[in-house]
């Protein structure tokens, strides 16, 4: 990742000015440790905060086309550059930078060359022969991006200088007003709006009706695509190794971290960048000692026999961690918080062994529909419409957080569930395969699962991927090594369960009844509901007081991740808009209570408990007698 | 290097505090950007930083004896703490960490060990069991440290200013070679080499001692289990410092990790006659070198940026700053976290040009006497903060103990510049390596004057600079400087303007106070400045005043060069001009 920042009409261009936009670039630097750079034209400035992942040596930025006459500040990775390229061939490259194509082809095609780019990016482009200029973000919102408007208009830019930055930080001290500028948007100040690029046949939420077809979900995450000229011919995976640096996956054991890292290590040896760093896969985990998700990472690394680095935290690293966490994450959500720390702290420990790039798994529980509350979903064109909005809701989750808490340290996060042609394949299926049907013996994410069942050339451990796949048919022995080995935890569970619960009691340390009964007059806007919203509200405030940056975090009713619209999947939901999902637990603990008795020690967990085992929630919805020993 | 931060008895043990102390402790992290710990006993707060160079994998800080009783926070390399381990048979080492060996140390030998390690440090320990705590800074000055004071009776250490600046009433430097103990509540002088008394020494010259010596102090500092490299100006410091390495690598542990060829580093203009020196030597060494080119406007806009980091407003650290706070950078984008480099030298040896002036050799040995007791505030902090900026760590093998010693013993005699000799500056150090079976550098290169750093990045840099600052500090400005600083009254445009920025992230009075100042004639100390009755009539800092004195007496040569057409720029050339003085080197330019 690199962090950018671009600022237009600002009334002076003195250097106060200048420094003060290096200044605040600076903000960024975490994001760009290897390089800065500052174009200055008149009173546009585009300042750029580099991490140097392809052509290290003469990639710095802004970029430039032949007769430096656009300029263009870009954060991301464009996988299909080389083919874009050869598709200009009248133009002349000044680097081997990835993103110097997208001068190129301003040039040639105008403002709307945006959907042609594959990867992920944020960017800005000044054209200065007519001081026009445009910033888009990529489709899915991968890469973050704000916008502002400050308050020192002239002339040309009367509704006040215009901002763009990597991260909130960067603009919010300086702009009168400013919010997260859409994924699959681009500005054109020609135009002065915002409008969508990105308009795949999924975004409408019609309900598709393409066959499920395993092979084909398979290929276009792992292998050669069917060939859409303009892309890549890679797959998801594979033209994610596009890289110059040392890299690694982050595996937490669970199943789409595991298939990532599965396929990244089979195909490596073929890619370019094994010529250079070896064709040894490096894996990453964190946890408290003992944790679920070590055990199980450490299984499926010994299984692909990939280089498997463990990292260990404390709860009270985490704790002393989380100012920090929030200033870089900049929200204020709670499960975002939770799980943004530990990969926050890994990601220091990733970058200290010299990796600069890490692919993530992220995403696929939005495309597939694989968290708990989907197995209420009442029908097909429901539950599609959910993983639409979910995977629209991505930029202000698991992509906040999976970008913010890498790049804090300089590490990049590549997430290839989040491939374009990879999400218009898989949400082309049409939505009967997903739902989940424990009478059928599909369990969530099941047409994932099943496209990467290879009997001959297994991409997983076999004993976990026949239990995913056949735990209904299997009695209870099996069921417990399920549990060891392959229960999937959600990210902040699978760190170790006394995360949660010390993050809970730290809160409850530091927050009074008192404090939490007058929370609605003191945070109007997104009250928090409980004492540890609370805790990180107040800390969220401090770095960032104005109005339009606690905006910027989504809030409304949720039960278990679900969007505000889920809610009404079931009755007892909606009547109780707790956004914590409290509420949501009773209903689950007494639909599921004899489930739940294992674990009675952590009432507290117990939603997540329950959504996390969604195996064992499945297990139970079909009314199998199971009964844990331990 | 990393960052250490401690807080010590604050008489606050509250969460409040803990995020202050990690939200200070941040402010360093630059320093040890790959991990960071915190130890808090009662109003006892002890934070780290991390760059691990040795042990990555276990070494986090802080460090603590076997009973957890001991906690030390160290930044620094521990040279010789595998022979100290071995003198510790009856102790248990939990870390690889060299600095956990302070932590048994102390265990063993109470508050008096200090002069027992070889290296570069700053520490903290503290002794739970009477929460008592000492802190020491290595002899010279290598790694940098602060002490300051609250109001609350606390006493904060911290690697940096910017650690403790707004949180302490009071602070000040932390003296090198000293350690201070809470018992006495004190400083107490630990380190006390012969030379530190100033007596003049009368060791004859042994050219092959001197040269062990600097070896030595070269391979010592090949510990390290992370890629590393060697800055190479191109000058005999730096060059010397290359080829032994070069020569060295192959047989040392790091070289099984890392592979044996030596990386090399250069900054400069495009065309800058350190890129073309350093190219010169890097090739003859057979060494992977890396060039860096940065532009007058670059350096500009780093200013702001490099005066937070090095916390001065000197001038000519600050120039010479700047290019090594750029290059640190795209040093550690490379991946390389450790580098060595060649300061030190000049302060050992006699090398500036003023001390072609040395009325005689006891002037001139107490003289550079004096230069080493500076050096913390000069090169060292240069050296230690452009390049912890980047997580990246300078070594400097002519501050080793053991080298200080033995160069320091030689009669000064034998350090004299006596161009009718043939004995330019530095001279005993060129032929302690003049070996002409084994060269170490081609003889014209070991003999070879060079820029001083911020010339040899190229000679526009300081025409920048000064253009840059006469554009922003206006003539009104400098008139009314003495009432707005009257502390170390800056007396150029260009020390005006880094004085503004100074001040604005060090507001502190305590702030101004560990910066030096007073009169200076091109790097010399106050003292030296008798030297020469012209000198000694017009104290401008600048240095300009020493310009009218050597152009007369050189300026017959002077003349023929280019520096005389450019009179603003003559003033940073008087090596250049040292070069017209020396008989037997032609000028090429």
Not at chain 1, 314 to 343: C, F, K, N, W
Not at chain 2, 233 to 254: E, N
Request: aromatic content about 10%; hydrophobic content about 40%; charged content about 25%.
């Amino acid at each position: 990742m690199c962090g950018i920042l671009a600022v237009f009409g600002c009334i002076d261009s003195s250097q106060a000015k200048r420094s003060r936009i290096i200044e605040l670039s600076r903000r960024l630097r975490h994001r760009g440790p290897d390089w800065s750079g500052l174009h200055c034209h008149g009173d546009c400035y585009l300042a750029h905060q580099r991490l140097a992942i392809v052509d290290p040596t003469s990639g710095d930025q802004p970029l430039y086309n032949e007769d430096k006459t656009v300029v263009v500040t870009v954060n991301g990775e464009i996988y299909n550059h080389k083919q874009l390229r050869a598709q200009l061939k009248n133009h002349t490259f000044r680097t081997g930078s990835d993103c110097e194509v997208i001068a190129h082809l301003y040039e040639e095609y105008g403002e709307n060359f945006v959907h042609m780019l594959d990867g992920m990016f944020s960017f800005v482009l000044l054209d200065t022969r007519d001081k026009s200029f445009i910033a888009a973000r990529d489709a899915i919102g991968i890469t973050p991006l704000y916008m502002g408007w400050g308050l020192d208009g002239i002339a040309d830019y009367p509704a006040g200088s215009i901002w763009f930055a990597s991260e909130m930080k960067a603009l919010s001290d300086d702009c009168e007003r400013f919010m997260t500028f859409l994924p699959g948007h681009i500005y054109s100040s020609k135009e002065g709006a915002i409008r969508r690029w990105y308009n795949p046949p999924w975004y409408s939420e019609q309900i598709p009706s393409t066959p499920y077809d395993p092979l084909l979900l398979r290929r276009a995450f792992e292998k050669a695509c069917s060939g859409l000229s303009l892309y890549s011919l890679n797959s998801a995976v594979l033209k994610r190794l596009m890289t110059d640096v040392p890299f690694g996956v982050l595996l937490s054991g669970g199943l789409d971290s595991s298939l990532v890292a599965a396929v990244a290590s089979r195909y490596l040896a073929e890619s370019e960048a094994a010529c250079q760093w070896g064709s040894q896969l490096h894996t990453f985990c964190i946890g408290l000692k003992g944790s679920p998700d070590l055990k199980a990472a450490r299984e499926v690394a010994d299984y692909l026999g990939t280089r498997h680095h463990e990292f260990h935290f404390t709860v009270q690293e985490g704790i002393d961690a989380l100012e920090e966490v929030i200033y870089h994450i900049e929200t204020y959500d709670v499960t975002t918080i939770r799980a943004s720390t530990p990969m926050f702290l890994m990601s220091r420990k990733i970058k200290s062994l010299g990796v600069k790039m890490v692919i993530s798994g992220e995403g696929s529980d939005e495309i597939f529909g694989g968290y708990l509350y989907f197995h209420k979903a009442p029908n097909k064109e429901e539950f599609h419409q959910e993983t639409c909005r979910k995977i629209k809701a991505l930029h202000l989750y698991d992509c906040l957080r999976a970008n913010k808490s890498t790049s804090a340290w300089g590490v990049e996060a590549r997430v290839p569930f989040l491939d374009k042609e990879f999400i218009d394949l898989a949400m082309s299926i049409d939505p009967e395969w997903k739902m989940i049907r424990p009478d059928l013996r599909r369990i969530e994410k099941w047409v994932l699962r099943n496209a990467f069942d290879d009997e001959e050339k297994p991409y997983l451990p076999k004993v976990i991927h026949l239990l995913l796949l056949n735990m209904f048919n299997h009695g209870l022995m099996l069921y417990i090594i399920l549990l060891f080995l392959s229960q999937k935890e959600q990210f902040s569970d699978g760190v170790g369960y006394s995360w949660i619960d010390g993050l809970r009691d730290h809160a409850n340390q530091h927050v009074t009844d008192a404090m939490l009964m007058n929370a609605s007059y003191v945070y109007p806007e997104n009250t928090p509901t409980t004492k540890e919203a609370y805790y990180y509200r107040t800390i969220f405030e401090k770095f960032f007081p104005k109005n339009a940056a606690r905006s910027t975090v989504p809030g409304g009713p949720s039960v278990a991740c679900s969007t505000a619209k889920a809610v009404e999947w079931d009755a007892a939901w909606s009547k109780n808009l707790d956004p914590s999902g409290r509420a949501a637990l009773g209903v689950h603990a007494a639909a599921y209570e004899e489930a739940a008795d294992p674990k009675p020690a952590k009432p507290m967990n117990g939603l997540r408990l329950i959504t996390d085992n969604e195996d064992l929630a499945i297990k139970l919805c079909c009314g199998e007698p199971c009964r844990l020993t331990s | 290097m990393c960052g250490i931060l401690a807080v010590l008895g604050c008489s606050d043990d509250s969460q409040a505090k803990r995020v202050r102390v990690l939200e200070l402790s941040r402010r360093l992290k630059h320093r040890g950007p790959d991990w960071s710990g915190i130890y808090q006993h009662g109003d006892f707060y002890l934070a780290h930083q991390r760059l691990a160079i040795i042990d990555p994998a276990s070494g986090d800080q802080p460090l603590y004896n076997e009973d957890r009783k001991i906690v030390v926070t160290v930044n620094g390399e521990i040279y010789n703490h595998e022979q100290l381990r071995k003198r510790l048979k009856n102790h248990k080492f939990l870390t690889g960490s060299d600095c956990e060996v302070i932590a048994h140390l102390y265990e063993e030998y109470g508050e008096n060990f200090v002069d027992m390690l070889d290296g570069m440090f700053s520490f903290v320990l503290l002794d739970t069991r009477d929460n008592s705590f000492i802190a020491a800074r290595d002899a010279i000055g290598i790694t940098s440290l602060y002490i300051g004071w609250g109001l609350d009776g606390s006493v904060w250490i911290s690697s940096e200013l910017k650690g403790l600046n707004d949180d302490c009433e009071h602070f000040e430097t932390f003296p090198p070679g000293q350690l201070y103990s809470s018992k006495s509540g004190g400083f107490k002088q630990w380190y006390n080499p012969l030379w530190f008394s100033e007596v003049v020494p009368s060791t004859p010259y042994d050219p092959l001692a001197l040269r062990l010596a600097f070896e030595n102090a070269v391979i010592k500092r090949l510990m390290t289990d992370v890629p590393f490299g060697v800055l190479l100006s191109g000058g005999l410091d730096s060059s010397l410092v290359a080829s032994i390495t070069a020569r060295h690598l192959a047989s040392a542990k790091v070289a099984k990790q890392w592979g044996t060829q030596l990386h090399s580093f250069c900054v400069g203009l495009e065309g800058s006659p350190d890129l073309k020196s350093a190219r010169e030597v890097a090739d003859y060494l057979g060494t992977v070198h890396h060039e860096f080119h940065f532009t007058v406007q670059d350096g500009i806009d780093a200013i702001e940026d490099v005066i937070y980091h090095i916390e001065t407003y000197d001038v000519t650290t600050i120039r010479a700053s700047t290019p090594m706070f750029l290059m640190a950078r795209k040093i550690k984008s490379l991946g390389v976290k450790m580098v060595m480099s060649g300061e030190g030298s000049d302060e050992v040896f006699g090398g500036y040009l003023y001390f072609h002036k040395a009325p005689n050799k006891e002037e001139l040995h107490r003289e550079t006497c004096h230069k080493i007791k500076a050096l913390h505030q000069y090169d060292c902090l240069r050296a230690n903060k452009s390049t912890s900026a980047w997580g990246l760590e300078a070594r400097v093998p002519f501050l080793d103990k053991d080298f200080i010693n033995v160069a320091m013993a030689i009669d000064p005699e034998w350090k004299m510049i006596k161009p009718e000799e043939g004995r330019i500056e530095k001279w005993v150090l060129r032929r302690a390596f003049d070996d002409e079976e084994r060269p170490y550098l081609p003889k014209h290169i070991l003999y070879r004057q060079k820029e001083q750093f911020s010339d040899g990045v190229g000679y526009s840099w300081i025409d920048g600079l000064k253009a840059h600052a006469a554009q922003h500090v206006t003539d009104k400005m400098m008139q009314n400087a003495q009432h707005i600083y009257p502390h170390n009254t800056p007396s150029t445009k260009e020390a005006y303007y880094y004085r503004m920025i100074f001040e604005r992230f060090f507001p502190q009075n305590s702030a101004r106070m560990t910066v030096p100042g007073g009169p200076s004639v091109a790097c010399s100390t106050a003292k030296a400045i008798e030297w020469d009755a012209a000198w000694a009539n017009n104290l401008d800092p600048s240095g300009r005043a020493a310009l009218g004195v050597h152009l007369s007496a050189y300026s017959h040569q002077a003349a023929t060069t280019t520096a005389m057409k450019l009179p603003s720029k003559v003033i940073d050339d008087m090596r250049r001009m040292m070069e017209i003085s020396t008989p037997e080197l032609a000028i090429s330019s």
